[in-house]
């Protein structure tokens, strides 16, 4: 991991363990770090399973008109229902898109799982493309595990 994310993850990390007893705000300290420390994160944001939808929790960056997203749709719901991280380097040429932004060029989503059952997903997206490689996969990866239980308790 590089020096940015492995300092990320220790800022997060630190605000995560404090807040614990709290998902919400753990949620919220989460995406305004993100968003804060990494420049090519232009949205950041959380949907929490909810039966077949997805449901858009905490988010830093303009609002999405996408507050529910059934499973199977879009590059979410996709991520959710295959239970994998998905990373688009171009939007525009994925048909499973569903547009938030014009500006959004490139999304990377990554499932929050606990004992092999979908809890959410975090959500990023960037106004650059192909913004997204194997450091934001592995970073990304790790905090969901550990938020996973945070969210589930
Ligand atoms: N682009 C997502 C929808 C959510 S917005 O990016 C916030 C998708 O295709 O599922």
Known sequence: MTERYGETMKKVRQAIDAERQDATRVMQTTVRLLHHELPHYTWVGFYLLDGNELVLGPFAGRPSPHTRIPLGRGICGAAAAEEQTIIVDDVNTDPRYL???FDTRSEIVVPIMLDGQVLGEIDIDSDKLAAFGPADK????????HLAPILRS
């Open 99 to 101: 547009a938030c932004s």
């Open 138 to 145: 592995d970073f990304l990866e790790q905090l969901a595990s």
